[in-house]
């Protein structure tokens, strides 16, 4: 009788913690759905911002966003994502409006947040300091963001991409030390067809052409001090 009783316990708390993670998987499936959808619709935002369904796009891609983050509050990819999109949306406004600074604001603590739960994560340091560069120029925590996402991702093109951008920009103002990493960078991104024609478009708009040109020289034309602009 008392194993009896014994059993019938047993069965029922297998049944009971089988059907807890069903509905934890439940959950986690749905916020990646929830994901999934925000995804789509802020790339589409981003394609099409002079249409009448931007802002749609773009609020409910957020909500659905805040979603995903309510039912799987430990994933750091949601929170990511969200602070890669308030990033996108200041590049949308006026570089130093309150509104533009709002956003890089709420993008800075949420990849900040991201990166607590997943700190080598190259990709997220390398858009915390394109997003601090932009409100407070190269001041040591955007030093300390650009110099980790080299370290963790040396040959990541969206990392090279971002590290390329922020060197044209700040170049005069960034440490002898880094500056020699960033001219790797530079030449790694060149290696990467997605990446190139960016390279030439940003030298372009940063006047930097004859200074790309002298990173991409062969290693044997170049100074060991790396390209003519630095000191």
């Known amino acids: 009788m008392g194993f009896s009783l014994i059993a019938r316990f047993l069965y029922v708390a297998a049944g009971i913690s089988l059907l807890l993670v069903a509905l934890h998987a439940a959950r986690l499936g749905w916020a990646d759905l929830d994901a999934l959808a925000a995804q789509k619709l802020l790339e589409r935002w981003e394609r099409e911002p002079e249409s009448r369904m931007a802002q749609y796009w773009w609020t409910r891609g957020e909500d659905l966003l805040r979603q995903a983050r309510d039912l799987?509050?430990?994933?750091?990819?949601?929170?990511?994502?969200?602070?890669?999109?308030?990033?996108?949306?200041?590049?949308?406004?006026?570089s130093q409006s309150a509104v533009a600074l709002d956003y890089r604001r709420s993008a800075e603590s949420l990849i900040g947040d991201a990166l607590g739960r997943r700190p080598t994560w190259a990709y997220a340091w390398s858009e915390l300091a394109v997003?601090?560069?932009?409100?407070?120029?190269?001041?040591?925590?955007?030093?300390?963001?650009?110099?980790?996402?080299?370290q963790w991702g040396p040959w990541e093109a969206d990392v090279l991409r971002s590290a390329a951008w922020l060197s044209m920009q700040a170049w005069d103002r960034l440490p002898g030390d880094l500056q020699l990493q960033a001219w790797g960078a530079i030449r790694r991104a060149a290696l990467f067809p997605s990446v190139r024609g960016d390279l030439t478009r940003l030298a372009k708009r940063h006047a930097w052409l004859d200074y790309l040109e002298s990173v991409l020289e062969p290693p044997e034309a170049q100074s060991v001090r790396g390209p003519s602009k630095t000191p």
Do not use: H, I
């Open 72 to 94: 799987a509050p430990r994933n750091a990819d949601y929170v990511f994502s969200q602070g890669l999109w308030q990033g996108r949306r200041a590049e949308r406004e006026a």
């Open 131 to 150: 997003n601090r560069f932009a409100s407070d120029g190269p001041d040591p925590p955007t030093l300390q963001a650009f110099r980790r996402s080299l």
